[in-house]
């Protein structure tokens, strides 16, 4: 539940540095094609987590990733915010739903299997500690962070779409509420996007083990 969470929401937040999604929101698949291209990207995440950076599939899944982003133009630090996001959101959602807190283990595994997707795509300096990523990422969102139109209908299409990957029907719902309750609020306040209530957070705690 952590990690996939926190990925989804890992992608919702990077709706909000509005010149990079004004810049890509013509020419990205998540406009017209919202479900396939999470989908794809997903897919992507899972063959890596699943199989190991080392495998032909991860290998695969690397080359993938390499080909997808060889034609974006956009500054290493983007790059490095992005990869920040899927080690920071997962912590950031255990820690505020109050759930037991990564060990240092597994804090280790989590920045280590994202520092080397990093240095797969040739990233300078992938390999930080969790201090220096939540530092660097406070500091990219103080100066870049902005709300767009383009970043709000994103995150709305994605916040529709992402619970179709992998939910059946009946829980997909609940889900995009659970997403909204455990949304960093700052976060949501710039999207622009509503808040699940408080009314409807109380009965489904003890269900979602909250």
Known sequence: ???????????????????????????SDLVPHTL???????????ELVVHGLA???????LARLRAVHAHVQAAPDDFHYVLALFMLEPIRW?????????????????LGFWGEIGRAMGLPEPHRSLAQWQEFQRLYESQRWAHSPEGETLARACLNEVVKLSLPWGLRGWFRRLMLRTMDPR????????????????????VAGL
């Not at 990925?7 to 999604?21: N, Q």
């Not at 255990?94 to 989590?110: H, I, K, M, Q």
């Open 1 to 27: 539940m952590m990690f996939r969470a926190g990925t989804y929401l890992a992608l919702i937040r990077s709706m909000a540095v509005a010149d990079l999604v004004i810049h890509f929101y013509q020419r």
């Open 36 to 46: 396939a291209r999470l989908a794809r990207t997903r897919g992507t995440i899972r």
């Open 55 to 61: 495998s032909d599939q991860g290998a695969a899944a």
């Open 94 to 110: 255990n820690a505020a739903t109050g759930r037991e807190p990564l060990d240092e283990a597994e804090l280790a595994c989590l």
């Open 187 to 206: 976060l949501r306040a710039l999207l622009r996007l509503p808040e699940a209530s408080a009314a409807w957070w109380r009965p489904w705690r003890g």
